[in-house]
Structures are given as C-alpha cells and as structure tokens.
C-alpha cells in the first residue's frame, strides 16, 4: 500500500494572458490499475481541470475547454509554481519549511526549474532542468547539520529509470538489500519498486543516506 495522502498547496499560472492564483492536489493516483502505486497532480486553470504525474505532464480533462479558455490542453509556453511542504533537520530540531518553486514550460518541457527554500532567515536557492537537480543544489548550500529529510535523501529511494521528470522518484524500501546492492548506474531496473513518491514526500521508513549508502544518479 502507498503512503501518501492527500496534499493540497497554493501556486500560480501565467503565461501571455495573464496570472491567476491555482490551487494544487497531490494525491494518490485515481488508476487502481497502476502498480507500484504512484501519485497525481489536479489544478485548475481558468474553469479548466488539469492532471498528469508531473508538472511537465499535465493534460486537460476537457480538451475542447480548455482550448476555449485559450489554453493549451497539454500545458506549454507557460510559468507554474507552488510551495511543497518538507520537513528538514536543522538548529533547534525538526521542522517544516516550504520548498518554493517555479516551473518554466516550453513545448511541453521542463527547460527551467527553480527551488528556493528559507531556513532561519536564509534562503537556499538552486536552479535547473528538473525539480531533483534543484533540491540537490539547495542542499549543498544548507549550513552544517542541516539536511532535507525526505525521499530525496532517503537510502530507499532510487534512480529514475529510462526518462527524466521534475518531481517523483522509485522508493525500493521493501527490496532494502537489492537496492543498496545494486550497482550506481545498473541493473536498478530489477530492483521491485514499492511506489512512485515526491521527492519531498515523508514517510515512517525515512532512511537518511550516508555516503556509504547510494545516491540518486539522473
């Protein structure tokens, strides 16, 4: 069974008509159908519902309204944004910090990617192509002591296999030994996957990974 629930958080849409104030929810995905278990993305733009697995992806229930409304149905040419809760380990103990980002589309792809994240008065900023390559340089800027706790910096998490996205990452928790036996950048196709998480998803099998312990390769 998965582990995640429901999550909904504030953004923003524009594009050359305007701005507007979105609403996102994370959740568990409608398609029971779907093993390992993963999760999907809902918003609503301008009357128009939009779902997909990532940001990059997100498709329009109603093609014909939303290309009546003067959108894309497959999103493009267009700036989304929001702020994911994740907790973090810093001075004074665990707490929950928001991980503020902006996604950049053109032709229905991720070019531009941005994460910033403020920890007692400092913010940490990173950019990139994908929302993992951000959270990793945000991480790099965190003072001593202080670490994401998350499935971005989980033992359990793994490679995303054959195609990038900007958000979701493998958990092999239930596999725990083939995953750290498994080579860098081999054979993690083999490893059983538990389900698809966001990288800034929490659950009670948080593992921190040491550098004995393996990365995350893109």
Known sequence: MGTITPLRFSGTYEDEQGREEISWLLQPSAHSWRKPETFELH?????????????????????DAAAAAGLDPDLCDCRLSGGLPVQVTATGGQ???????????RNGTAEIVRVAIEIDGTVHQGTGEYFEDCLDK?????????????????QWSGPVLHYQNVLGVRCCRDAGRQHLDAPPNGRHWRVPVAEWVPDTHLCARYARRTPTTPTTPT
């Open 95 to 105: 707490r929950i910090v928001l991980a503020e980002f902006s996604c950049e589309l």
């Open 138 to 154: 945000v991480q790099r800027t965190f003072p001593p002591g202080t670490f994401l706790m998350s499935c971005h910096t989980c």
């Open 43 to 63: 918003t609503v733009i301008r009357g128009v519902e939009f779902h997909g697995s990532d940001f990059e992806g997100l498709a329009a229930l109603d093609r």
